[in-house]
């Protein structure tokens, strides 16, 4: 008898009440609106998605959290593409509290780290993960803290005590920093193996992230384009009817789709074994990264290039999908992973592997 993987009702129902909510607070208006304010971020609606219980979903009971796993968070981060939420809860919740988590859980931090993922979970503080292969902080100013480092070491430090420096992105919802560390302010939690473990994790975590937010963009941006073809007439008829427009469109749907199994493998991998979860992981981000550009790309043809114009809403879900196709690996990084997994001569290939006995980065004895 074949494994069901299909979302349990509880998942389903758990996301659609959360996209409700996201659907009634991050509407376009509202997004152009923090455009305009110093901070970026709604602080009311930040303090009604940690009252939800979202920012501790993955964090173990033990810990205080719900001690649920990535595949009960996937969907959320795809929705959370679809509605082009500016705040970057998708990054705290599947990036940071796990890594929080997998210092703890190691033995590392002592008590204060565990007051931080307490603060995390109630959304009172936020941390920032300044990666080796994204070293860009999204909201970096707002931070209470960083966890950064070089090569294998993971230190923690005082976001007061970090140098920041702007840099723009195509993106206005984003408020992207560059981090400076002043190593005497900062305070070791792991290096060697420990850390490239650690790393290796926050790493796949985060394209898995960005994964999952593109297959929601895609799906907005297709969503947005057939309302407008649909309203949009032109010698009498509505321009959807046209033969040329149906399979702009259909080409993204059919890309979308393809995309999503990906990404869904890649979350139960990532919740399996996230520090054996590249090829997956890859997999996914290079699969959505294609599907948002593809749907970014044609649906600003289908509103006659308009799209882009300030004043449409589509650019604010195309300038989403541009920035998070590069951010945590672009594709030829990714690629790189791929071909580096496929390339080995005892990968486990083929169907049986997908979902079966072993990870899929397992490989057998030579």
Known sequence: MGMDFTFTEDQLSFVDAVRGMLSQEVT????????DTDTGVDTEFMTQVAELGVMGMLIPETLGGLGLGATDFVMLAQACGEMAVPEPIVEQVLVVAPLLTDILER????????????????GQMTVAVSHPINPFINFGDRSNWVLAGQGEEVC?????????ASKKSVDPSRRLFEAELDNANATPLASGDVGADLWRRTLNRGALATA?????????????????????????????TNQAVKHLLADVAVQIEYAKPVVYRAAYTVEVSPS??????????????????????HC??????????????????????????REWGDEGFHK???????????????????????????????
């Open 156 to 164: 923690l430090v005082a976001r007061d005590a970090v140098a920041l």
């Open 212 to 240: 999952a937010q593109l297959v929601g963009l895609a799906e907005a941006m297709v969503a947005q384009s057939v309302r407008y073809t649909s309203d949009r007439a032109q010698f009498g008829r509505a321009i959807g």
């Open 336 to 366: 790189n992973r791929i071909h580096e997994w496929l390339l080995q001569s005892n990968a486990l290939l083929g169907p049986e592997f997908t979902f079966g006995r072993r990870t899929l980065t397992d490989t057998v004895a030579a």
């Open 300 to 325: 600003i043809q289908v509103h006659g290039a308009m799209g882009y114009t300030w004043e449409c809403d589509l650019q604010i879900w195309v300038k989403r999908a541009w920035a998070l196709a």
């Open 107 to 122: 033995g590392l931090g002592g008590d204060s780290l565990q007051a931080m993922v307490d603060d995390l979970i109630s």
């Open 28 to 35: 376009p208006e509202r997004i152009r609106a923090r455009w």
């Open 276 to 297: 054996r979860a590249d090829f997956a992981v890859s997999h996914a981000k290079v699969a959505a990264s294609r599907a948002a550009l593809l749907a970014a790309r």
